[in-house]
Every structure is written in C-alpha cells, then in structure tokens.
C-alpha cells in the first residue's frame, strides 16, 4: 500500500519538481501490512467511514463507497457512529485490527498503554503522577474510571481478537464486530491496580445508548434514497467535484511566487509579508 501510494505522488508531480527516490532497502525496512492481509482493508475503511462521514453532506461519498462495500440493505442512518457508545467501540475495534496487522502481541499492546488502567484517584496524587511518563497514553481519559477509557476497552478488544481470531472478531454479532461488554472485572483481563479492579463494573449502561432515536426510524431504502438526493443536490451547487473539501464556485485563485509555491494571505486576499517586522 505504501509503495501504490508513493508512486501515485511521483506519478501526480509535475516532472521538474520530482525529487523522490524510492529504494527496496528503504521499502524492505518499512513496517508494512502482510499483503496477506489486504483484504482486510475494506472492512477498516467501512469503519473509518461510519467514524468520519456522519452527515448529509458526505452523501457522495456514501455512493461512492457502496461500489466495493454492499451497503444499501442497511438503513444508512444507522451506520453514522454519533453516540458516545458507537464511536468508542469502534474506536476500539480498529485499534485492535490495527495492533493485529502490525503484528503486536498482548503483552506489547500493554506495553504501549502502561498505566493507562491506573485507578482515577492515583492520578492525583502528585507524587505518583511524576513518576508517570509525561508523553504516556495514560494520559486519554484520566478523569474517567479505568474500565470506561478507550485506552482499556481497546485492549479488552484486542485481547478479545487475539482469543478468537481476526476473521472471527470482525464477524461477531452477525457482522457488527466486538460489542462493549454490559460489566468488565478488569482482573479478568490482567487490567487494574485497586479493590474495584476484582469486581465486575458496569460499562455499557455508563456510555448509554448506541443509537439515537431518529437513526432507527428511516427503513434501508428510504434513507439511501434521502442520500442519493444529497448527493444530487451536492452536484448542483458544487459541481463536478462534490465533496466536503472541494473549494468554492468562482473562488479567487490562489496566489504563488515565481517557483509555484503558495503565498500566505490574510482574510481579504492581501499578500503577507513574512520578512515584516524582521530585523
């Protein structure tokens, strides 16, 4: 994937300003998914988008993604993740799928996230809270208690999929993947550092619902429907190019020097100086 992406740039720049020089004994030394797992990366990005395009206004793109995934027997609405419970369990799935692809084991997953399990009140502490590495991912969600932190439920995850398998993980609950359990004892896990740790925690009621009401009324073919008419909608006022970043109709162009470069400009289109105020 590294080297489709890499060739893609040399190939899209401008051949006087190519200046990339691409080795085997650089790619060889990269850290690169297995091909054997390239097939996975469909289902990666469906979650990356149920993550990101979580409005009307990614309809296009909606469309354009249902080419590779089949999709349209699922009411749309449903696949944005806008709940706090969605969000964090997908979150955790792909962090999972990704600590898999990389190759990591259990033990270097934990290793990564050393004390992210700590108890919240430790946290406080100012004496132990300098013995901590000040750059640590402990640091996600500190505030919360150690069962209701992504960092956790990510490795809760990851040793779920490590158990069962990648294919097996990623089709649990009929193709919806690793849910949030209902109550975590996080000594089950090797997780945790106090009493609360050796007792079973409510989570899921925590986080609350998954879906919003309004996401569960639309049926499947009504709300691709409402999407396609997005989408056209889009095509009007944007063009040929209707997505979310595609600049605007009649904009001015952007302004370079001699070499090509963009020059930096204030609100109203006016050339700033960068040696201003430079002695």
Known sequence: IFIILTLKCIKSTPKQSRGINLNYFVIEETPLIPPSKVSLIKSFNLIVARLCWVSNRYSSLWISITKSIPLREIN????????????????????????????????????????????????????????????????????????????????????????IGLEAFLNLNNGEGWMIPDQIRLADYGLGHDDRAQTHQPVAEKLGARYLDWQLQSTPKASWLECERHAANLQKLLGNNPTPNSPTPNAPPIQTDLFGNPLQTDLFGNIIDSQAGKK
């Open 76 to 163: 749309l609405n449903g696949l944005w993740a806008v709940t706090t419970y969605e969000r964090l369990r997908l979150k955790c799935i792909l962090d999972a799928i990704c600590a898999e692809l990389y190759g990591l084991n259990i033990e270097d997953y934990a290793w990564i996230l050393r004390n992210c399990d700590q108890p919240q009140k430790c946290f406080n502490d100012r004496d132990f809270y300098r013995t901590l590495d000040p750059k640590g991912l402990w640091r996600v969600s500190k505030d919360k208690d150690p069962e209701l932190r992504h960092t956790v439920l990510s490795q809760i995850a990851f040793q779920e999929l490590k158990r």
